[in-house]
């Protein structure tokens, strides 16, 4: 390689609050992907992807012009044309729109759909929490039972419980419009004689947002939440009818959850049900690995017909850093069916053609072609969990054979290079009958 005049600049770093994912970390957002993809497909939901960029206005008019996630959080830029734009902080918001500029109200209702993408919020940098996260989420659009409600959050619960984490569900209703208002003037009521007491966040928020003044992490502003008055002895008895029904099917279906008071969600589109999905234990005071509601006033508040809704959204790096703390059992090896592994250059030229043709025959199949001793070779088709390693040299070619190595027991035969695919096969398949034996 010719040398390279040293840049006098300095190195160019990742932007604060991103995160590289890596090779080794690629396993579990597979395992999360395929679990969520699986869900899916069991419960009837379909994919659906919007742009991460949107016009800031969906936002404010949603999730809240007051809200942490508008006030302080987005992204938000003017176009070289003019446009307000922001890049999307949660996906309810975009789905929504999609839902109501694609005519889906005359789908089949509920219309369910899921989506696994980046969100953005300029939030502080720390450990579970970026500036650029991921989420998958749920929704289910356009239907009001509480069944519906209840099945999200069984949904939500059983993922991570499939994922090998031990979870529980906090659950609270947050009324509607109608119930709402009355009850922030008694909580305003019940705050006006601490103002001096709350945190500078909660000052402001005690005018714009009261609501959150329940939600805040702060030692006496959490003393002065315990001690609040509670949404769920304000709700109005529609409101208060629904959130039993969603209680009582949690019942049936044996969810563990926590009725909880302070669960208010950050955003202000929520009505009726709001659930946040913990760890259990100690670990559930810090950070919710997910979170969702009901949002019956979403659709029209965009413009759309009357429309409940109920969705909910998970954290996907905060779902793996749990998985790595519980030491979730999952294949990390990327395992293949056959190694291919050559000695000298003519041996190579002959090899390279060989993994195309087997790759084309639908093994799969791994290399090395820069490495030259054999030993390195077949210490790298034991690090890629190869059932099989065809190795050729100049004898073999010679003779027009090759050996095929059984890494598990260490035993090597010759085989005919024409009949490598057929060999192959027949062993493989041997090896998948003995498989499914031992699992039965
Ligand atoms: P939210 O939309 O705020 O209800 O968030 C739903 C879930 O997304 C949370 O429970 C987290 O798992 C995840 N989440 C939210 N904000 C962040 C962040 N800044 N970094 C990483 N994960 C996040």
């Known amino acids: 390689m010719p040398k390279i005049k040293k840049a006098k600049k300095s190195r160019v770093q990742l932007v604060k609050g991103m995160k590289d994912i890596l090779a080794d970390e690629q396993v579990y957002w597979s395992v999360i992907r395929d679990k969520v993809t699986e869900m899916a497909k069991n419960y009837g939901f379909s994919r659906i992807d919007t742009p991460v960029v949107e016009f800031t206005s969906l936002f404010k008019r949603t999730i809240g012009e007051e809200t942490d996630v508008v006030s302080k959080e987005m992204y938000s830029f003017v176009t070289q044309g003019g446009d307000k734009l922001s890049l999307r902080p949660e996906n309810t918001a975009g789905v929504v729109r999609s839902y109501i500029e694609h005519g889906m109200l005359n789908l089949p209702q509920p219309v369910k759909l899921f989506y696994i993408g980046p969100q953005f919020r300029h939030d502080k940098p720390q450990a579970g929490r970026y500036r650029q996260f991921w989420q998958f989420g749920f929704e289910a659009i356009g239907d009001e039972d509480p069944v519906v409600d209840a099945q999200m959050i069984v949904m939500s619960y059983s993922i991570l419980k499939d994922l090998g984490l031990?979870?529980?569900?906090?659950?609270?209703?947050v009324g509607d419009s109608e119930c709402r208002p009355q009850y922030l003037k008694v909580l305003k009521q019940y705050y006006q004689g601490y103002k001096k007491e709350l945190c500078a966040d909660c000052t402001k928020?005690?005018?714009k947002n009261t609501l959150r003044l329940l939600d805040c992490k702060s030692k006496r502003c959490k003393e002065l939440a315990d001690e609040?008055?509670?949404l769920v002895d304000h709700l109005s008895s529609d409101c208060k009818n629904h959130f039993m029904a969603v209680l009582e099917y949690l019942d049936e279906m044996d969810i563990k959850y926590n009725l909880n008071p302070k669960i208010v969600r950050g955003l202000d589109y929520y009505t009726r049900t709001a659930w946040e999905i913990v760890e259990s234990g100690e670990k559930g005071k810090l950070n919710a690995l997910g979170g969702g509601g009901r949002y019956d006033?979403?659709?029209a508040l965009l413009g759309g017909r009357e429309t409940p809704?109920?969705?909910?959204a998970m954290g996907i790096e905060r779902v793996i850093l749990s998985m790595q703390e519980?030491?979730?059992e999952i294949d990390k090896t990327k395992s293949c069916d056959v190694y291919v592994a050559q000695l000298g250059t003519e041996a190579r030229k002959k090899t390279l053609k060989l993994f195309e043709e087997l790759i084309s025959k639908g093994f799969s199949v791994a290399e090395n072609m820069s490495?030259?001793?054999l030993k390195d070779q077949l210490d790298a088709a034991n690090k890629r969990g190869a059932k099989y390693t065809l190795i050729l040299g100049q004898k073999e070619i010679a003779d027009d054979?090759?050996?095929l190595r059984d890494m598990e027991s260490g035993v090597q035969e010759v085989i005919n290079f024409k009949k490598i695919d057929r060999e192959l096969t027949k062993r493989l398949e041997a090896l998948q009958v003995k498989l499914a034996k031992v699992k039965k």
């Not at 031990?166 to 209703?173: C, F, G, H, K």
Request: charged content about 25%; cysteine-free.
């Open 297 to 299: 006033e979403l659709v």
């Open 326 to 328: 519980a030491k979730t």
């Open 228 to 230: 609040a008055p509670q």
């Open 205 to 207: 928020r005690f005018t």
């Open 309 to 312: 809704g109920v969705g909910f």
């Open 371 to 373: 490495k030259k001793g």
């Open 401 to 403: 054979t090759i050996l």
């Open 166 to 173: 031990d979870v529980e569900v906090q659950i609270n209703s």
